[in-house]
């Protein structure tokens, strides 16, 4: 599985390098490193919507420090 984290002006400046922290992190405690691929990326079309993060082929918008959890077992935990 892949997740990329965009890193465009308005993630960035929405928090995306914390998502990318967190996401390091919630992978590392769960034990999948061998499983989970995260890179950065540029622009994933939702500009508007909060940090923008692409798992596999899925656009997640709106990712937040607060609903982290929620999105981490939602769309890499559970797949």
């Known amino acids: 599985?892949?997740?990329?984290?965009?890193?465009?002006?308005?993630?960035?400046?929405?928090?995306s390098y914390r998502i990318i922290e967190?996401?390091?992190q919630a992978i590392g405690e769960h034990g999948l490193q061998d499983k989970?691929?995260?890179c950065a990326?540029?622009?994933?079309?939702?500009?508007a919507n909060g940090v923008?993060?692409?798992?596999?082929?899925?656009?997640?918008?709106?990712?937040?420090?607060?609903?982290?959890p929620q999105v981490f077992e939602q769309y890499i935990l559970k797949k």
């Open 1 to 15: 599985m892949t997740v990329a984290v965009c890193v465009g002006s308005a993630c960035h400046l929405k928090g």
């Open 22 to 24: 967190l996401m390091r």
């Open 36 to 38: 989970v691929n995260v």
């Open 41 to 47: 990326a540029f622009c994933l079309g939702r500009c």
């Open 52 to 68: 923008t993060i692409r798992v596999d082929d899925e656009i997640v918008w709106g990712v937040s420090e607060q609903n982290f």
